[in-house]
């Protein structure tokens, strides 16, 4: 049986679709696919003072880059930092600025993400509408040491993409 690719709640993922009886089922990959939408997203956008799952928030930007672009750069951050909670590496790299993109992120420590939180947003200003600027905290663990990312991150738009750019670390 080859993989197929598949639809399911607006995403696309690569993987077996079988029937057993009335019910459908679903390979190992696609399982662990529908239980991680079902999942609060990881950068842990509240509305209505619920978490939002991950296939209302971030899923949906980082499952399908080439058909739904992040709509502004808070979007943009958020769903690069679930990208690297997720080490969905393709997501970050296009995401990334291709004037400062690196070649490869084969080089990243491995990480365990514990929590983001938004500092501030400067959104575009009429001057030059196509730059914002978010700054936050990123918590992790690295060989079980707690660490802090605090960096204020830029973003540009083009041809109707927002795109990380650089950014500027604090202590």
């Known amino acids: ?17 079988y029937s057993s009886g009335k019910k459908w089922q679903y390979s190992c990959r696609a399982s662990n696919y529908l239980r991680l939408t079902m999942r609060a997203c990881p950068c ?11 296939e209302r928030c971030c ?3 980082v499952e399908d880059f080439d058909l739904t672009p992040a709509p502004d750069a808070e979007s943009l951050m958020r769903s690069r930092y679930t990208a690297y909670v997720l080490e969905r590496v ?13 070649q490869s992120l ?3 420590a491995p990480v365990k993400w514990l929590g983001l ?10 001057a030059d509408p196509n730059t914002a600027w978010v700054e936050f905290v990123a ?4 060989n ?3 660490e802090r990312l605090h960096e204020r991150s830029r973003f540009v738009k083009q041809e109707g993409r927002w795109f990380y750019i650089d950014g500027k670390i604090f202590d």
Do not use: C
Request: aromatic share 12%; net charge positive; no cysteine.
């Open 144 to 146: 079980g040491r707690g």
């Open 139 to 142: 918590r992790s663990r690295v």
């Open 106 to 108: 084969d080089d990243l």
């Open 117 to 126: 939180n938004i500092k501030s947003i400067v959104p575009p200003e009429p």
């Open 90 to 102: 393709p997501y970050l790299l296009a995401t990334w600025h291709p004037d400062t993109r690196p």
């Open 44 to 54: 842990g956008k509240i509305a209505a003072k619920r978490a939002l799952p991950y």
């Open 59 to 61: 899923g949906r930007y």
């Open 1 to 17: 049986m080859a993989l197929s690719l598949y639809r399911i709640q607006g995403f696309l993922f690569r993987g077996f679709l």
